[in-house]
C-alpha cells in the first residue's frame, strides 16, 4: 500500500513569504506527526494530531507555524513571515496508534530553503 | 522531560565485521525505544522497537538491539556489516506511561561501511 506522502518535495522562498507543506498520511492511521529536521538542532518535534483530540502543539517553535488536520485525514503545516532559520527538511509521520503502541511511519519530507 | 544519547557522530566498521551503534536515554517511567534509519535524501525508515518483553529485539535487515534498563541503552548491533548498511541512524525514545506521543530522538550516527 501507499506510504505517507508529502509535498512539495522541495520548496525555495524568499525571508518574509508565507509557506504551505502537505502531508497524507497512510490510509486508516488515526495520528499524524510533524517532525523538523535541521542541521545542528537533529530532529525536533513540531504538533501531533489524534484522531478528534486537540492536537499537542507544545513542540512548535514560534506562533508562525500552525497545523490543520482535515477530515481525519490531509494535514497542512503553514509557516508565516519565513525566516532563515525555518531553512530545513519538515518531515510528516503517521502511526496507527491504538492499543499496543505502532511505529510511526515517515514521508521522504520537505526540504525547505529560505532564502 | 525525556532525552535520547548517541555519543557517536560516526562508526566506521568493515564490511563483514559487527558493528554496533549506541544509545542511552532518560525518561520518566518505562520506555518504548525505536531504532529508524535513513538513507540519503529519503526518510526514516523503522527498523525496530522494544515494546515489553524480551530485552534482544530482532528488526529488519539482520539488526537487533538489546534493552538494558540498569544501563538505560538500547544499542543497535549487527553481526555482519554489510556496505549497503551505510546510512545515518537515530534512536528514539517515549515514556510508556504518559499520554505524550511524540518521539524524542537522538542526533543521529553515521554508519560507514568500508568494502
Known sequence: ?115 | AQSVAQPEDQVNVAEGNPLTVKCTYSVSGNPYLFWYVQYPNRGLQFLLKYITGDNLVKGSYGFEAEFNKSQTSFHLKKPSALVSDSALYFCAVRPMDTGRRALTFGSGTRLQVQP
Do not use: M
Request: hydrophobic letters at 30%.
Open chain 1, 1 to 115: 500500500g501507499a506510504g505517507v506522502s508529502q509535498s512539495p518535495s522541495n520548496k525555495v522562498t524568499e525571508k518574509g513569504k508565507d509557506v504551505e507543506l502537505r502531508c497524507d498520511p497512510i490510509s486508516g492511521h488515526t495520528a499524524l506527526y510533524w517532525y523538523r529536521q535541521s542541521l545542528g538542532q537533529g530532529l525536533e518535534f513540531l504538533i501531533y494530531f489524534q484522531g478528534n483530540s486537540a492536537p499537542d502543539k507544545s513542540g512548535l517553535p514560534s506562533d508562525r507555524f500552525s497545523a490543520e488536520r482535515t477530515g481525519g485525514s490531509v494535514s497542512t503545516l503553514t509557516i508565516q513571515r519565513t525566516q532563515q532559520e525555518d531553512s530545513a527538511v519538515y518531515l510528516c509521520a503517521s502511526s496507527w496508534d491504538r492499543g499496543k503502541y505502532n511505529e510511526q511511519f515517515f514521508g521522504p519530507g520537505t526540504r525547505l530553503t529560505v532564502l
